[in-house]
Structure formats: C-alpha cells, structure tokens
C-alpha cells in the first residue's frame, strides 16, 4: 500500500473515532453552555472554605468564611446581616505557607439567610489590591 494512503478498516476506526470524539465534545460544550447560562456568570466560582475579614470603610470589622470567589465577586458567610452596598477591604486567609491572602476592595451587594441562622453575602470585587 502507498505511504499516506489508509485501508478501509483504518478509515472506519478513525471515522469512528471522530464522530464519539466531536459528540463527546459537543455534549461537553452543551452543558457548559447550559450552565453558563442557569448560573449567568462570566467566570468559574471556585469553592473554598477559608476564613476572611471585611472591614467596611465605616470602620466596622467582621471575622467571616469565605465559601466561594470568581475574578469579579465572592459569597462569605456570617452570623449577621452585613448592610447592603457596603464597601471595604476584604482579607481572605490563604491558610498559611508561603502563598499571601487574597486582598481586595469589595462592594455588597446580595444578603441571603441560608436557614441555619447565618446569611449568605454576595460582594463584587471592585479592585484587587
């Protein structure tokens, strides 16, 4: 057989191949899209369990976990309402090591009770600093 050239059971393997590939993918890309979607987000949220501090430029301080952060907001938690609209200095721990917490200025800007006597605050991140 010429160089370059396939026997037939080789094009259907490839042609096999393909097609469970591009399906795959487009299954893979559907529910990506789906996803974007149900969440309307640009960026991915990544889960975390990590302690922070928000001081509000008011001057009041609250010690609260960290549960989520994108590249343009973050979900904290906390025992008390924070007001909505607040801007200050979030901290968020890095949980030590070498790596630096995560500083940033932040606005409020959601307040959920999540039904075990806390609340869920939603925050954008205005600047990273």
Known sequence: MARGMLNFSQCTKISHHDSIGKTLIRRKTMSSLARNYQEKRNFIRMQVSAPATLTL???????????DLSSSGVQLQHFEAIPMGMSGRLTVSSGGGYTTPLEAQVTVCRIEEDGSENYRIGATIDSFL
């Open 57 to 67: 430029n008011d001057g009041n301080s609250y010690d609260l976990t960290c549960l």
